[in-house]
Structure formats: C-alpha cells, structure tokens
C-alpha cells in the first residue's frame, strides 16, 4: 500500500490595485480624498451650470467620473499615476494657453470687462442725479453679514429698509427712538467711528426705491441723511437702447461691446465680446502699434541672441582655462565662477541697478570718480547695462554645463589630435567644440527661448525704459516683447488692454515655437558626431 501525501495548494496571491485588498487606513484615505473632489466637482458644476456654461459642467462631470474609475477599480496601475500629472498639465499650461488664446480674439480689457448685463447696471447706477427739491430723508446704516443696509424713515412716520440689491421694503419691527427709525433685529447698527471708517462704501451705495430702478435710489452724503436720485440714462429693452434724458440722444448697440450714439461717442463701461482678427491687424496694421512692435521685436532678437552668443563663449572659454590640470587652486577658482549663479537673478538685478545709478551708483562714484555716466537712462548705454548684466547672470550656467561635457570627452581624442600636430586651437576647434555641440547645442535653443521671455532682468533693471516719448504706447528702449505684453496688459498709464496683450503673446509663443522647431532640426547633424 503507497501513502501519498498532497500538500496543499499555495494561496492565490492578491490581486494588487484593488480595494477590497487596500489597507483600511489606505482605503479611508482614499475614499475621503475622492469624496472631497467629487464635492467640489458638484459645487463647481452647478455654478457653471447656473452661469450657462454647461459644457465645461459637463467637462468638469466627466473628469470626475473618469478619476473615480481608475482610482476605485482595481488594476489600472498607470493610469493611477498618470492622471495627477495630467491634470496638472491641462490646469497649469493647457487651459492658460487656450485661454490666453481665446482673449487674444476679444476686447477684453479697461471697459470691457464684464457682461453686457452687468454694464447695462453700471451705467444705470453712474448716470444718477439728485433731484431737486426731493426731501431729506433720516437714515441709519445697518450691517449683516458683511453688507451695509439703509434703515430709512419715512415721512410719514414708518420704517422701510433696503440694500443695493434689494428696494426698498416696508420694516415693521423696527425700533424708533424720538420718532426716528434706529435699529432692526438681526441687523448691528454702525455708530459714528464705524461709519467713519466706511464711509466710501456707505457714500457709494444706490439702495432702489423699487425694482423698476427708473422710480429712484437714495444715496447718502454722510449717512444720517438720504436724497432721491434718479438716471438720466433710461435703459429701453425692447429696442435695446439708452436714452439720455437731459439731451435725448439714444445711444445703441455698436456690435463692439459697448453703446454709442448716431456720431460715435460711446458710454462707458461696455462689455466683453468677439472681434476675431482685430486685435492681430492693430499690431501689425496701425503704425502707432506697428512701429514700436518691430523695434521691440529687433531689440529681442538682439538681446537673447548676443545674451546666449556671449554666455557661451565665456562659459566654454573659463571652463577650458579651469580645465587645465596644472593650474594651482583650480577648485577655489570654480567657485568663484560660479557665485552669481547661487544668488537670485531679480535680486542681483536690483543690486547691479543700485551699482549703474547715475547719481549715487558705486561705478560712477567710486570706480568712474564722481562722473554722471547715464547708465540706465540713455536708450543706448542702457541696452548695453543690461546685455553686460544678463552676461554676468548667465556665464556660470553655461561653465557648469561645459565643464561637465569636457570632463566627459575621452582624453584618446585629444592626444591623437596632438600626435597629428595639431596646435590648442585646431584641437578645441575640431575636437572638443563639436563634441561640446553635441550636448549644449539643446542648450543653446532652450536658453534662447528663456532670454527671449527673460522679464526679470530687464523689468528690475529699467522697467523697459527709458521711455520712448515718440510713440503713442508706452514702451521704452529696452522693452522686450514679454515686458511689452505685461505693460500692455497691466500698463497703469495706457490702461489694460489684455486682448492685444494676448495677441503679443501669441506672437511670442509662435516666434519661439519656430525657432526652437528650425533650431532642433538643425541640430539632427550634431547626432552623427556623437
């Protein structure tokens, strides 16, 4: 008789990725972190559903859904990583560049910010006038919740109460001291040093005396007292007009994102709409545009190609001299090449601004002995301030970068150049340079699409300036094409203009994008080398 022993099967190993095999700790984690993006999901998508904008609702929905399925799922491994980066990506750059690309075909800007809607209010509310001969009014200003209402005594003895978004209506409870209305329950009454210290916010309140706001709002000069007021701009919606009543002009629709007369003036704010291709042909079609727009773009090429052109050669050539073995105190040398690159960039700008000042600057005091060298303010000098600036930013990269790839060039080649007779030029010519091309030439494009959008240096040294006084815009000598779009856009003098603000943006992105496109393709010939 055989005795025949089974051992038992191994265990099935679990299957990884799912939930029922997750930690408990792991799992609550989980199921707690899905639970709040799927509640901000459901937030955000009602307001964008209540703002019309039901296909980013439903873009919002659906991302939602898909992230829930490969985290609860069990496998899906990669895409379990892949999906936060993804969302990073589309958040942080791809939705800012569609954006960016969507205002550069709109009027976005000083004027046309917000709906049509909304201007149709402002200018309801901006064109009020206070009529004459109406009654002062007794008033005491209120607060809840952060918002100021009007506690209004009536003449003929009652209270009403009302706020700017809401007319005004009758307050039964509330309480009277010497015949006057002094306080509502729920609601703090301000006292003199609080209305004092709010007092541009009491001043600039329009509470309506009834929804239809053609019957009306008071205003308030000092908050004890209340004056009727009523529009001289009278809002028709059927024919979707203002009518100024002291003049009778009747201002339209211009189609432009704003209401104009028979004659062109319009009324302001307006609204922001579509205007396609207009904001491109103002850049190159107007010449109080145009003009600026090319010198700036000249000066940009020039800036970031002398900036990479300069960096590289006094990075190669220091990395070379450190190179040699034989020089004494080789490693103290390295590091004091490399200290402006350990400071930060807008911080040594500001420093080099102090040491360039005209006046009081420790080059023209100390080094130039008290003379007056307009470094900053002469449109040339202060070109050339900032390309001796942004060298001095940029050479110590480029060492470290050159120093590591001479380190890797094996020394074979070298000494065979040298057997053949070649002298320390011909060996750096035809030796090692293109076989440092070899791993900076990628470098070199990606450096000069920086310098291409370099604002740091440029904005902490000058500001762009100095101003040029010729043009329209306001652009000054130094200006790139990235300090244009941000004085465009946020410009304090010429007020914001981020529709043409993106369109230089986009003319940006699409320079660069050429150049490093043309530049990487050139640079195929160097893989043959290597």
């Known amino acids: 008789m055989s005795l025949t022993i089974s051992r038992p099967a191994p265990p099935a190993a679990p299957r990884r990725g799912g939930l029922e095999h997750s930690r408990p700790a792991v799992l609550l984690a989980k199921i707690a972190a899905l639970a709040v993006l799927d509640a901000l999901v459901v937030y955000a998508s009602i307001v964008l559903a209540l703002d019309g904008r039901w296909p980013v609702a439903a873009l919002a929905v659906l991302g939602a859904v898909a992230v829930n399925i490969v985290y609860l799922r069990p496998g899906m491994l990669p895409a379990k990583y892949l999906v936060p980066g993804t969302v990073f990506l589309l958040v942080f750059q791809v939705y800012v560049i569609v954006f960016s690309a969507y205002i550069a075909f709109t009027n976005y800007g000083d004027g046309h910010v917000g709906s049509k809607q909304d201007a149709i209010a402002v200018i309801e509310s901006k064109s009020v006038t206070r009529v004459e001969g109406s009654p002062a009014l007794d008033i005491v200003v209120l607060e809840r919740a952060g918002d100021l209402w009007f506690l209004v005594t009536d003449p003929d003895g009652s209270a009403s109460l009302g706020t700017v978004d809401t007319p005004l209506r009758a307050a039964p409870d509330a309480t009277f001291d010497q015949g006057r209305a002094v306080g509502v329950p729920g609601y703090a009454t301000l006292g003199f040093a609080e209305m004092l210290a709010d007092q541009q916010r009491i001043a600039a309140m329009s509470v309506p ?84 727009l090319l010198s700036v773009l000249v000066w940009t090429f020039v800036f970031a190609g002398v900036t990479v052109a300069g960096t590289f050669a006094i990075g ?63 449109p040339l000098l202060a070109k050339v301030s900032i390309l001796v600036v942004n060298l001095w930013l940029g050479y110590p990269y480029m060492f470290l970068v050159a120093t590591g790839a001479l380190q890797s060039i094996p020394n074979e080649y070298v000494e065979a150049a040298r057997v053949d007779g070649a002298n320390a030029w011909t060996v750096f010519r035809a030796v090692k340079l293109p076989l440092l091309m070899v791993s900076m030439a990628p470098l070199l494009i990606a450096a000069f699409a920086f310098n291409f959008n370099n604002f740091n240096v440029i904005y902490m040294l000058t500001e762009g300036g100095p101003q040029d006084i010729s043009s329209e815009m306001n652009v000054g000598a130094t200006d790139i094409l990235i300090t244009l779009v941000y004085k465009v856009a946020f410009g304090e003098t010429s007020g914001r203009d981020y529709g043409l603000a993106s369109a230089f943006a986009i003319i940006v992105f699409v320079l660069v994008g050429l150049i490093s496109v043309i530049s990487f393709r050139r640079t195929r010939a160097l893989e043959d080398i290597h």
């Open 209 to 292: 005396l009834d929804e239809n706001l053609d019957e009306g709002v008071l205003r308030t000069p000092d908050g004890s007292q209340a004056y009727l007021y009523t529009s001289t701009m009278t809002y028709d919606e059927a024919t979707d007009t203002f009518v100024d009543t002291a003049t009778g002009v009747v201002y339209s629709d211009s189609g432009r994102g704003s209401f104009a007369a028979p004659d062109g003036a319009e009324i302001m704010p307006g609204w922001k709409v579509n205007v396609g291709l207009e904001n491109f042909a103002r850049a190159f079609g107007e010449q109080s545009i145009r003009g600026p």
């Open 316 to 378: 190669v050539f220091l990395a070379i001299v450190l190179d040699e073995p034989r020089l004494r105190f080789r490693r103290t040398f390295r590091v004091l090449v490399i200290l402006p690159y350990a400071f930060p960039a807008f911080l040594s700008a500001l420093i080099w601004g102090g040491l360039l000042n005209s006046q009081f600057g420790f080059i023209n005091q100390v080094l130039l002995g008290g003379a007056a060298v307009p470094w900053l303010t002469d």
